[in-house]
């Protein structure tokens, strides 16, 4: 297959096959998740559970102060890479046009050199947790090979997209295709690995809070 | 009559010394090489006895031949290609039929060993019906002529990659000359038509220095095609500022603004439009506000739509993606149906333990 015929592919055929799963994949773990439904809670309500719900989404976005002197690197780091992805995500222009093909319509992107920035600043940040992971005898006997899988199937597109940009290493229709390639590995993955916290996030929030909210208490 | 290049050049189409120097200028620099070496081309050119060239027209459009003979009347790139000893060429040539079958026989046995061989267009390789000449099978007349010549020029992506012809479904199972030949040098100047200038600069290139220009791994001269048309675009500062033509005639197209959102597939694309650029060098297809197609790259019909920017599936997705989403409710429910099944049944199999039990056990 020549790298023409490769990046035709990943558009093409690779795409199709990567974007059914991940669709299939999304639909029924959400629907698993809803349809096991929530036992009734009979005791009179003592505040609202949809108050409670909204609140702890966003508070718990808010690092306590005990978690924050115990691991300030962590937050930040945690906090630069899942800010820097969203920004890479929703405002490199090729990735909106992507969008409009989706949605129909799209936005305003940021300049290149802009997004190159925080391409960086994200990478590195991901290589700051991996160390960490790697070297926090806690953290590193905790971690499972699907942690590790995780972050090289988050990093794998950072890197290629990084290096098509830039020219770096392969002809562009390669590292273009590599770029492509690896974006629709992570959307294979995401339904069935830890990727999912980042839908499933909100549904935990979500739960948590209305059953504190329902029994007026803080989340 | 004089034979050299140089001396037909001179007199019978009173090219001075100073526009035939400038010319062999143009080359090396389009080349790469360095200007050391033009009078080395010039001499080279001017005394080597006229190339035999033998052009074999198979599956094509006669586009190639189009560019590289009247680009620009009269150019010293389509001076130097009549100037050649062209002694085969079915839309050139004066004569016809067998006249012209027997000429090529002629050509190739004096010059046996030493003449060029330059293909356009594809070979079918399904029903050899499908093209011939004079009642030979386009293959037969490679496989015949290729073996006797010292290197192949495959001019235009048809003969480069298969092309147009080979495009999906490819019904007369067409094929590159490099498909079938593999025992010659072969040279692919590629390009849907390509670049009159290259052709005659590879030409120029192999008669001064008699051995074949640096080729990439598509078999392309590196000089010319190891250029990114985006590297190279003069529309890239738009692209990095994010500032996209949406339309062909919104604002952003009459400012100039980069054709990525248009489908321009110019980063894919390695090709010396962008600095040689087209009709003498008045500008290219970028230039006069189309995205660039990606011609001179191997299957570049079947890359997915020319308007469709790279960034987005070749195909449509809605379909795929309103099925996905249906399996996915459907396994999605009889998962959850399961799952509720499997808790009742866990629920109803719960043992009850009484204070007696713990007690007992205690
Ligand atoms: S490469 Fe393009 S211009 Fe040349 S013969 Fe084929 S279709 Fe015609
Ligand atoms: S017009 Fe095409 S080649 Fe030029 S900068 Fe835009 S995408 Fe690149």
Redesign the interface.
Known sequence: MNEVAFLAWVRGIGFQIALGIFIVGMVVRWLEIFLLGKKHDYSAPKGSAVQGAIHTIFSRSIPEKSTWQRSRVQIVTGYVFHVGLLLIILFLTPHITLFREFLGFGWAGLPNSVVDLIAVITMFALLVALVRRLQDPVLRFISTFQDYLVWTVTFLPLLTGYMAYHHLGFSYPTILGLHILSVEILLVLFPFTKLMHAITLFIARGFNGATAGHKGVQA | MSTSLGAILREQYGVSRRDFLKFCSVLASSMAISPTFIPRIAEALEKTPRQSVIWLSFQECTGCTESLTRSNAPTLESLILEQISLDYHHTLQAAAGDAAERARDLAMKANQGKYLLIVDGSVPMGNSGYSTIAGISNVDALREVASGASAIIAVGTCAAFGGLPHANPNPTGAVSVSEIITDKPIINISGCPPIPVVITGVIAHLITFGVLPELDK?GRPLSFYGQ?I??RCYRRPF????L?AEDFDDAGAKKGWCL??LGCKG??T?NACATLKWNDGVSFPIEAGHGCI?CS????W???GFYR???????G?AQ??Q???A???A???A???L??KK?DHAIAERETVSIDDLKRKG
């Open positions: 598509l990114n985006h590297d692209y990095e500022k994010g996209f990525y959102k980063p894919v390695y990606g790259e191997p299957n570049f079947d890359a997915g920017p790279l960034a987005v599936p070749t195909e997705v795929l993606t099925m996905a989403f399996a996915g409710g396994l999605g429910i998962a959850g149906v799952n509720a808790r």
